[in-house]
């Protein structure tokens, strides 16, 4: 049985890149892999993470082998990982990189690893370049990707960051389906659940909150449109804001408060749990995506999951993910263009989108991934 090894967060930690990959380990399991994860027993120091906690308040995953075993930080932890892995020989392992800081320490344990002349290894890049750009960014990333045998990528912008460093083989691949946060649940019950009004209109606005996704100009195409006079107060939509705040919330609250847009939003700002994913997905109308800059979304395949429409701004790799007025629609990074898009999506309608998002998402099943990632691992 041919065998691999994931090595990113999975649990106990929490949040989409744990849930990825652990999605991945299934798939990897469904075709008769050997699979384990081996994940972090510290990802960040405490002073570094910008949230309440790094940890599920879930079960544990019984279906999974997890091994909680890296610490981000201790060199000697990594070149025991590395050797521990390097004479495990798995036949492949998919490492994920995300950011720099992640950098000395898998780029010590893959080095290693290759010292076994067998393991192929292949990485998932989510990002090459971080979006808040930081001293040695690229010095740090050069040292993890001199290892990497071939790359997945999930946008064209990452794609093309990764070729400012190498030519090394490299596909990319659409971020397949969140499937694994249940189905979706009838509005009004996802609303009930909530406590939110059956009868409001509401844009949902999900994730982590952090600048680079643009909830600020969000926020101002929600006041645009509050004072515009062709619009009566029942035809606002009410935006639900559903993520934890990575950064300091006072820009968003002055806003708010500026604007008098308590009425018009709800603010669910703790972290979402995996079980309550569904509801929040499936009360809202509409997905809002107002970044500022990308190289893909995880709420993206969220929003296909969970069949709803969305809107995305024209940066990064987001367009090529929602074709424009089929699955959703385009604005331009701006709050007049993202307030026009709120408007024009409810004058198009729901119904209009579904047909094609059911035909869309068939684009991003899970095996066409590790198909990709085992064709790189046999011709490199």
């Known amino acids: 049985m041919a065998s691999v090894v994931i090595i990113g967060p999975a649990y106990p930690l929490r949040g989409g890149l744990a849930s990825f990959d652990e999605r991945l380990a299934r798939e990897f399991q469904s075709q008769q892999f050997d699979t384990a994860i081996y994940t972090f027993s510290l990802q960040y120091p405490s002073f570094l993470f910008p949230g309440s906690t790094q940890y599920s308040s879930e079960a544990?995953?019984?279906?999974?082998?997890?091994?909680?075993?890296?610490?981000?930080?201790?060199?000697?932890?990594?070149?025991?990982?590395?050797?521990?892995?390097?004479?495990?020989?798995?036949?492949?392992?998919?490492?994920?990189?995300?950011?720099?800081f992640m950098a000395p320490c898998l780029g010590t344990i893959l080095r290693r690893v290759k010292k076994?002349?067998?393991?192929?290894?292949?990485?998932?890049?989510?990002?090459?370049?971080?979006?808040?750009?930081?001293?040695?960014?690229?010095?740090?990333?050069?040292?993890?990707?001199?290892?990497?045998?071939?790359?997945?990528?999930?946008?064209?912008?990452?794609?093309?960051?990764?070729?400012?460093?190498?030519?090394?083989?490299?596909?990319?691949?659409?971020?397949?389906?969140?499937?694994?946060?249940?189905?979706?649940?009838?509005?009004?019950?996802?609303?009930?659940?909530?406590?939110?009004?059956?009868?409001?209109?509401?844009?949902?606005?999900?994730?982590?909150?952090?600048?680079?996704?643009?909830?600020?100009?969000?926020?101002?195409?929600?006041?645009?449109?509050?004072?515009?006079?062709?619009?009566?107060a029942s035809e606002i939509p009410k935006l639900l804001i559903a993520g934890e705040f990575y950064e300091d919330r006072k820009l968003y609250d002055d806003i708010i408060e500026k604007s008098q847009l308590q009425s018009n939003i709800i603010l669910r700002t703790n972290f979402i749990s995996d079980s309550e994913v569904k509801y929040y997905l499936s009360a809202a109308d509409f997905i809002i995506q107002p970044y500022r800059n990308a190289t893909q979304s995880g709420v993206t395949p969220l929003a296909y999951h969970f069949e709803k429409p969305m809107l995305v701004t024209n940066v990064g790799g987001l367009p090529s993910l929602v074709p424009d007025g089929k699955v959703g629609l385009i604005a331009e990074p701006n709050a007049a263009s993202i307030a026009q898009k709120i408007v024009e999506l409810y004058t198009v309608g729901e119904d209009h989108f579904l047909p094609y998002l059911r035909e869309e998402k068939k684009k991003y099943h899970w095996s066409i991934l590790v198909n990709a990632i085992k064709e790189l691992a046999c011709n490199n």
């Open 116 to 232: 076994n002349h067998h393991t192929k290894i292949i990485c998932i890049a989510d990002n090459v370049l971080p979006h808040e750009k930081r001293i040695a960014d690229k010095q740090l990333t050069g040292y993890f990707l001199k290892p990497v045998d071939a790359f997945v990528t999930m946008s064209e912008k990452v794609l093309a960051d990764l070729r400012s460093f190498t030519n090394k083989p490299a596909q990319k691949i659409v971020h397949p389906l969140y499937d694994n946060f249940g189905k979706t649940v009838n509005k009004t019950e996802a609303r009930n659940y909530l406590g939110l009004n059956v009868d409001d209109k509401i844009i949902l606005f999900f994730g982590f909150i952090r600048k680079y996704k643009g909830l600020d100009v969000l926020l101002e195409a929600m006041s645009l449109l509050k004072s515009d006079i062709r619009y009566q």
């Open 60 to 100: 544990a995953p019984a279906d999974l082998n997890i091994k909680v075993c890296i610490n981000s930080i201790n060199p000697l932890n990594w070149i025991t990982v590395g050797n521990e892995l390097k004479k495990l020989k798995p036949d492949i392992i998919v490492v994920r990189y995300w950011l720099p």
